[in-house]
C-alpha cells in the first residue's frame, strides 16, 4: 500500500492509502482504517452492506447519515437513487470522500454535531444511520435516552427505523446490549444484529419499524471481495440483547 494524500484536520490527521495491486482505497485516522472501498467508491465491509441491506428492506428513501469517513455508504445509497445528507464534525471528511472516495455531488454535507445537526432541523427522514466514533467510542452525547427521543422525533412515523453501528471487541464486551437497552426506553421495537465468536466486530442496533427486518443480505456487490462479503452477512443473526 502507498500514501496518496495526508490531511491534517481539527480532529487529527487523516491518510489516504491505495493498494494498486487491488485497486483498493483506504481512509485511516488515528491508526484506525476507517473505510475500505474499491475504486468506485463500493465498501468491502461486511457491516456497510448490512446496514445498507436494512435500509433496503425498509424502503427508506430519504436518509440522514452521521458520520461520514470515506462516505461509502451515502455513495451506495445514492446509486441506488436514495435522497442521503452526511453530518460530519470533520469539513476533512467531506473533502476525502468526495476525492478518493467517489461520494456523489448529489449527497447533501453538512459541518456539523449530529445532535446538534438534529437540533436545528425540523425535516423526517425514513432512517438514520449513526456510524460516528471519537477513537473506539461512540460520543457520550450520542448514547443518551435524550439523543434517541430526539432521533425518533425526526423519523416519519410510523415506518421510520433508527440504526447503529457498535463496535464489540468480543462476546463479552456488553457495550452493543447495552445500547440496545437504552434505545428500548424510547423505542419499543429494537433488535440486535451480530456476529457471535468475531473478535473486535460490528454490531447492529436498529430500532423503530424494525420488527419485520431479515438478515440482510448483499446487494451492491464491490468489485473485488464478494463472496467474503456474502459469508459474512450469511454468519449474522438477529439475537436477543441483554439488559444488563
Same mark, same amino acid.
Given at each position: ?19 494498486r #495491486?487491488?485497486?483498493? *482505497? ?5 491508526? +484506525?482504517?476507517?473505510?475500505?472501498a ?11 452492506? #448490512? ?16 458520520? +461520514? ?18 453530518? %460530519?464534525?470533520?469539513?476533512?471528511? *467531506? ?7 467517489c ?5 447533501? +454535507? ?12 425540523h425535516?423526517?427522514? %425514513? ?10 467510542k461512540?460520543? $457520550? ?7 434517541? %427521543? ?10 421510520? +427505523? *433508527?440504526?447503529?453501528?457498535?463496535? #464489540? @471487541? ?9 445500547? $440496545? ?51 459474512? @452477512? ?9 439488559c444488563?
Amino acid at each position: 500500500m502507498i500514501s496518496i494524500a495526508r490531511l491534517d484536520s481539527e480532529f487529527g490527521e487523516i491518510e489516504v492509502l491505495e493498494y494498486r #495491486a487491488r485497486k483498493l *482505497f483506504f481512509y485511516v485516522q488515528g491508526g +484506525c482504517f476507517q473505510t475500505e472501498a474499491d475504486r468506485n467508491g463500493i465498501g468491502l465491509s461486511p457491516y456497510v452492506h #448490512a446496514i445498507f441491506g436494512l435500509l433496503k428492506q425498509s424502503k427508506a428513501q430519504d436518509v440522514l447519515m452521521i458520520g +461520514c469517513g470515506g462516505g461509502c455508504l451515502g455513495t451506495m445509497l445514492a446509486k441506488a437513487g436514495v435522497q442521503v445528507t452526511v453530518v %460530519d464534525k470533520n469539513p476533512v471528511a *467531506f473533502e476525502i470522500a468526495r476525492g478518493y472516495f467517489c461520494l456523489p455531488a448529489a449527497v447533501r +454535507c453538512h459541518v456539523a454535531d449530529g445532535r446538534e445537526f438534529l437540533l436545528g432541523t425540523h425535516h423526517q427522514y %425514513d432512517a438514520i444511520v449513526l456510524d460516528a466514533y471519537d477513537g473506539d467510542k461512540i460520543p $457520550a452525547h450520542l448514547q443518551t435516552s435524550k439523543f434517541f %427521543d430526539l432521533v425518533r422525533s425526526h423519523l416519519d412515523e410510523p415506518g421510520g +427505523c *433508527f440504526v447503529s453501528n457498535v463496535h #464489540a @471487541l468480543h462476546d463479552l464486551d456488553r457495550a452493543p446490549d447495552r445500547y $440496545a437497552a437504552t434505545a428500548h426506553r424510547t423505542w419499543r421495537d429494537v433488535r440486535l444484529l451480530d456476529t457471535r465468536g468475531v473478535m473486535g466486530r460490528n454490531a447492529l442496533v436498529v430500532a423503530g419499524n424494525v420488527r419485520n427486518l431479515q438478515q440482510p443480505s448483499l446487494h451492491m456487490p464491490p468489485l473485488l471481495d464478494r463472496q467474503e462479503i456474502i459469508s459474512a @452477512l450469511a454468519n449474522m443473526r438477529f439475537r436477543p440483547w441483554q439488559c444488563r
